[in-house]
């Protein structure tokens, strides 16, 4: 019986319930904070200010952007790491994967290295193009994709694996070509990772913080997204960091609902 | 399908070599000709890793021949140059636990879309091909339907490769492999609709092709709201709608309970009996075999070790394997006018799960014949049959064929011999005894015989078998 089964595995012991409660009043209490302390009273106009709305505006934009970048190379790149057979493919995937690890700050210093204007991209986009990245929104979105793009390859590259091959070669019986194959069954196939892995990829995106100001600065309406922005009012004005900071967590929230059944589940 | 040539063969005509992994342990060869007629539906039948799969899937593109060459109504699919089989032979044995070249688990070779360049060395080798043959993954169909120069077997040995998706093969996948994103209809539109028919016609074609198979209203249904038997004619419809020139059916009918079976079996022989081109059913079941096919291969171990209708392959099995298919008693031995001598029981046959090898130095060997057939009590048993015959031939008798007794009958019959109980098992009405001795045999006997024999493990009975019962052909 399943339900008596699940009474039985119910049963946790002291020594594991003690400190799971300790470690969930953690992670839950400061959320719980940010809610007990927001002026709810003045809410709707705080959010009608214009820096406030600027952030906004600039946050949602800039993360979607990186989330399309992402998409656009980051599944190529996920469908070679889940289906190429070359050598270093391992240490390819390693290097993926670095910017989940690595200090935002460190991502930055590094995009700044390549794009500033005497990197080694950027001096020449300056010089034959006269094209500036570093402290534009574009550099938000470079920093965005950088940090992001990763979450998005890892899912996606999962979702490769999983999928039955068996199927692109039924395609193929059927006479689909290679990309029709791709884009008729592959894609199709995998879209709840891609998409999974989306959704990922534009919160982490919203959240970025490190990256952008090293790489881009911290410029109202330009670069100052919404993480930036709470920094800087939480040094002058409490309660609009308060505010952006619900904001942000409503989306926390938002997208997490919108992964439930992906992430929440248990497998 | 019109030929490239007029002279060419219609049908399917193949020789096909796959190899597989490095000489040793856990290689593999399949060495397999196949002809098939227009209209014709061949079963390949065997044990599992006999190579039915392979031969399936080298006959669709999914797997690269070795050897051989498959040729379609003239025009050659697949046919590895000397060349290129040398280099491939020596690229096999150079990576000796590395992965097979065609390995079917990676599955890597046919499916990936070169979309990002690769140099994975899987594909390396088709892609060799198709670039020698100068057709990408774009031009592909027209220079393989037109630009095929070498018909029939050319001393040449060109190098010859046509991929799957240009090879108008239709396959039912043994577990149908149905789009679960696409809705049935559009499933069975996939085909028309890679095949250049416009988005209207393709489903106007699928709508056609889900009527023929019973299913007119399951169109908008996904593959997982379909029941076994309607997936299955989906997958069916979905194959038949590309019009192939070859229609392949891998264990069409393994995944559907009995009941299903029965029914979906009737229908796809009818199917099968209106496809006009060649069609290959791949099964390890005798009775779909039997029923679908007009004619048998049985495959063991990569090569055809029997080939016939349907009649002759059960009459008269060549093997163990089809012995144990179809329940007869099998033997191997020479034949001098009415007598066969069998040396060793070496086959035994019926069913049973016991093993197929036997020892010969069976001690108490005692057959006794009235009509002179006797063994020596270590020696060969010699069985009388009633039709005459002259060199290596098989003796076959079915097990309702043998009578058991407490003791040995009076006045018996001619192949009479002693005979140890070694297991009862259930098999239908009756009872299938399994008998040691001089004749590893098995024998059907009522309950109600069998409980008048007191059969049970190491009881010794009487055999007998009518002369006229055993049948013997040249082996």
């Known amino acids: 019986m399943p339900a008596k089964r699940t009474l039985r595995r119910r049963r946790v012991p002291a020594a594991l319930l003690a400190p799971a409660a300790i470690g969930l009043a953690f992670l839950i209490l400061p959320l719980a904070g940010l809610l007990a302390r927001a002026p709810w009273a003045e809410l709707p106009a705080r959010l009608a200010e214009p820096e406030m709305l600027a952030a906004l505006r600039l946050s949602l934009l800039t993360a979607t952007a990186a989330t399309a970048l992402s998409l656009l190379f980051g599944v190529p790149i996920a469908w070679l790491l889940a289906r190429g057979d070359f050598p270093g493919r391992s240490v390819l995937r390693a290097l993926v994967t670095v910017p989940l690890v690595l200090p935002p700050v460190v991502g930055g210093v590094a995009l700044l290295l390549v794009f500033g204007r005497n990197g080694i991209i950027g001096s020449w986009l300056h010089e034959r193009f006269d094209i500036t990245i570093p402290f534009t929104t574009t550099a938000v979105v470079l920093a965005m994709t950088f940090m992001s793009m990763p979450f998005l390859v890892v899912s996606v590259e999962g979702a490769l694996r999983g999928a039955d091959l068996r199927f692109e070669e039924a395609a193929a019986t059927l006479g689909a070509g290679r990309w029709t194959v791709f884009t008729h069954v592959t894609l199709p196939m995998v879209a709840p990772g891609v998409l999974a892995g989306a959704v990922l990829c534009w919160a982490r995106a919203l959240g970025e913080f490190g990256a952008t100001i090293t790489f881009a600065g911290n410029f109202p309406g330009r670069t100052q997204t919404m993480p930036l922005a709470v920094y800087l009012a939480l040094q002058s004005d409490l309660e609009a960091a308060i505010v952006l900071s619900l904001i942000l967590l409503a989306v926390s929230v938002i997208v997490l609902a919108s992964l439930r059944d992906r992430w929440t589940a248990a497998p | ?475």
Do not use: C
Not at chain 2, 54 to 67: F, I, K, N
Not at chain 2, 149 to 159: E, F, K
Not at chain 2, 327 to 356: C, D, F, P, W
């Open chain 2, 1 to 475: 399908m019109s030929t490239p040539n007029g002279m060419a063969e219609r049908g399917l005509d193949a020789h096909l070599v796959v190899e597989r992994g490095a000489t040793g342990t856990g290689s593999f060869r399949l060495d397999l000709r196949l002809h098939v007629a227009p209209g014709e539906t061949v079963a390949l039948l065997g044990p599992n890793g006999a190579g039915k799969t392979t031969a399936l899937r080298a006959l669709a593109g999914l797997e690269a021949l070795s050897g051989g060459q498959i040729a379609l109504n003239g025009e050659i699919l697949d046919r590895p140059g000397t060349r290129v089989g040398r280099t491939r032979a020596a690229r096999s044995e150079s990576h000796i636990d590395g992965p097979p070249v065609n390995n079917p688990d990676t599955g890597v070779r046919q499916s990936s879309p070169d979309a990002f360049e690769q140099g994975a060395l899987k594909h390396d080798e088709a892609k060799r091909r198709s670039n020698r043959e100068g057709i990408g993954s774009s031009g592909i169909r027209g220079s393989s339907r037109e630009g095929a120069p070498g018909q029939g077997t050319g001393d040449a040995r060109s190098d010859r490769w046509v991929p799957p998706e240009a090879r108008r093969i239709g396959v039912v996948f043994q577990d149908y492999l149905l789009f679960p994103h696409l809705t049935a209809i559009d499933n069975v539109a996939f085909g028309p609709r890679r095949r250049g028919q416009g988005r209207a016609e393709s489903r106007a074609l699928a709508a056609e092709w889900l009527d023929r198979v019973g299913l007119a209203e399951f169109g908008k249904r996904r593959p997982k709201q379909l029941s076994g038997g309607q997936a299955q004619r989906v997958a069916l419809a979905r194959a038949l709608a590309t019009d192939p020139a070859l229609l392949l059916l891998d264990e069409p009918l393994a995944a559907l309970d009995a009941r299903t079976r029965l029914d979906t079996r009737a229908e796809l022989h009818r199917h099968l009996a209106g496809h006009s081109g060649p069609a290959i059913v791949v099964t390890h079941d005798p009775v779909d075999a039997l029923m679908l096919a007009d004619r048998l291969v049985v495959i063991e171990n990569g090569r055809a070790v029997q080939e016939g209708d349907a009649e002759s392959v059960t009459a008269r099995p060549r093997t163990d394997y089809i012995a144990r298919l179809v329940g007869l008693n099998l033997y191997r031995g020479k034949a001098e006018g009415h007598q066969i001598v069998v040396g060793s029981s070496t086959r035994t046959a019926s069913g049973s799960a016991t093993g197929s090898g036997s020892r010969s130095d069976a001690a108490s060997a005692e057959p006794v014949g009235e009509g002179g057939a006797a063994a020596s009590p270590e020696g060969p048993v010699v069985l009388v049959a009633s039709d005459p015959l002259e060199g290596p031939a098989f003796a076959a008798f079915p097990p309702s064929a043998v009578a058991l007794y407490p003791e040995r009958p009076d006045g018996s019959p001619r192949n009479t011999w002693r005979a140890t109980v070694s297991g009862v098992h259930r098999h239908g009405d009756n009872l299938r005894v399994q008998l040691d001795g001089p004749l590893k045999a098995a024998a059907d006997v009522t309950p109600a015989a069998a409980a008048h024999l007191r059969l049970e493990p190491g009881r010794e009975v009487w055999a007998t078998v009518k002369a006229s019962e055993i049948r013997t052909y040249p082996a």
